[in-house]
């Protein structure tokens, strides 16, 4: 028997979760329709988009994302110190980018003055706007719902776009993140669907390498924090450079389970990005101006199941 979502999702344990949506649709989520020939390519182009929007809103962060023709990968961050730390008034207008929201919200937010009741429930309506603006499975739901209602929209269907409720996995320690992110940055690779990580279409690498080339982390994603320490700032608890070698690295083991992988002759990543050495130092020493079934070691994972 799987547990229960609320015990999937524990705070306590992690604020690090990979998820995955899988379409149950023969057409597929996007690529090509083999039976028709049909192209659906665009709407990885959708998810990515929702996705980064969403991101935006939410006080969840998108660690590593990946969208392959059937179903999405994503590793979140869920940052429910933000959550609490926004106003009232920052709440509702986050919330009313997505829906429409009350008439008291609407009343509140033009600076019309609420009497004791209206206030009451006012207050009610932020508290449950700022618990869904940092759960995993309303940002699922409100990502997943909007794809589908424009996917069935372009095929003139109806009935369920997704194979049932999304899947959840906690990762408990910076070793099952990074694992997980590199799995996840390497999935159209392990396809067949690109030969490097940076020319992976729709994916967390391609962006970050975009914008590394420039000595930027890309704002939509979660940055790269650096090794742990005393003061640590809010990121990802490793360097970007690491990672990008680990992707490298990874992927150029040939696994017997998948067909694709990066070709030996390939010249390292880093390389290959031409990459300026004051761009990585700007990356690696401004950090403190930029930022202001789980998985896990086993005696975390004895802890979580406990």
């Not at 920052?90 to 008439?103: E, N, T, V, Y």
């Not at 508290?127 to 940002?139: A, N």
């Not at 390498?209 to 790269?224: I, M, N, T, Y």
Request: proline share 3%; net charge positive.
């Amino acid at each position: 028997m799987g547990l229960a979502r609320k015990r999937q999702i524990s705070l306590s344990d992690t604020p690090y979760y990979h998820c995955v949506s899988r379409c149950v649709r023969r057409a597929f989520l996007c690529g090509e329709d083999k039976f028709t020939g049909k192209s659906y390519e665009h709407r990885r182009g959708w998810v990515e988009q929702r996705l980064l929007f969403l991101a935006q809103i939410f006080c969840i962060d998108v660690c590593a994302f990946a969208v392959m023709s059937n179903h999405t990968h994503v590793v979140l961050y869920i940052d429910d110190k933000k959550a609490q730390r926004l106003s009232d008034k920052a709440i509702l207008l986050r919330w009313h980018k997505l829906f429409k929201g009350s008439k008291i919200a609407l009343m509140y937010l033009q600076g019309v003055c609420l009497d004791k009741g209206q206030r009451f429930f006012l207050n009610q309506e932020i508290k449950e706007y700022r618990t869904r603006l940092s759960s995993i499975s309303w940002f699922m739901r409100v990502l997943n719902e909007h794809i589908a209602r424009r996917a069935n929209k372009e095929d003139k269907c109806t009935g369920h776009f997704w194979e049932g409720r999304f899947k959840s996995q906690a990762l408990l320690d910076e070793a099952a993140l990074m694992a997980c992110m590199a799995y996840v940055d390497l999935n159209p690779i392990r396809a067949k669907m690109a030969k490097t990580p940076e020319e992976s279409a729709h994916t967390s690498i391609k962006l970050r390498c975009e914008h590394v080339q420039a000595g930027k982390q890309p704002k939509v994603l979660a940055r790269f924090a650096g090794c742990p320490r005393k003061h640590m700032p809010k990121g990802l608890p490793f360097e970007l450079k690491s990672y990008l070698e680990l992707v490298e690295l990874t992927g150029k083991c040939i696994r017997t389970d998948k067909r694709g992988y990066i070709e030996q002759h390939e010249a390292p990543i880093l390389k290959r990005l031409n990459i300026q050495a004051q761009n990585w130092v700007k990356l690696t020493t401004q950090f403190e101006k930029v930022f202001y079934g789980a998985v896990g070691k086993a005696h975390n994972l004895d802890v979580y199941c406990a």
